[in-house]
């Protein structure tokens, strides 16, 4: 049985990747937690744990791991990157009222036409933007409690 860090460490490997600790444990964080996180957001959980991990190594990890297709960057709202484990192409939905980002799994209707048009496609980024169900669910409550 693989272990966690295995996972991790084929995945450096297979992707001819300088395997270190401070890689293995974003693509660890990213991949139990899929809150999309921004660096700093990250830099600041594992930290916690790592009290000698740097700022740079941070931003500099996550600039490699997204150039070989190990993570994606989305920039949803603002400027403010925010960072996705690659699970395959998928979607996002962008909640106005919380802000959290949340995985939509469903096929992008143009992808084929792409693809048989003879492009390569590296990654798809479609977002949607509304109230998520938590939000809607609170703003019910207040509406009958009210």
Do not use: W
């Amino acid at each position: 049985m693989i272990t966690m860090y295995e996972k991790y460490v084929t995945l450096l490997k297979d992707h001819s990747i300088k395997i270190t600790t401070q890689r293995i444990e974003i693509l660890k964080y990213l991949d139990e937690h899929h809150t999309h996180p921004n660096a700093e957001h990250i830099y600041t959980e594992l930290k916690k744990k790592h009290p000698a991990l740097s700022r740079t190594t941070v931003y500099n990890s996550l600039d490699i791991l997204q150039k070989n297709h190990l993570i994606q960057s989305l920039t949803i709202s603002g400027s403010d990157l925010k960072y996705d484990i690659g699970h395959g192409l998928h979607h996002h939905f962008l909640c106005t009222h919380c802000g959290a980002i949340i995985d939509i799994d469903i096929t992008c209707p143009n992808m084929q036409e792409n693809v048989a048009g003879g492009h390569h496609v590296e990654e798809v980024h479609g977002y949607f933007k509304g109230i998520c169900k938590t939000c809607q669910s609170k703003t019910q409550g207040r509406k009958t409690n009210g």
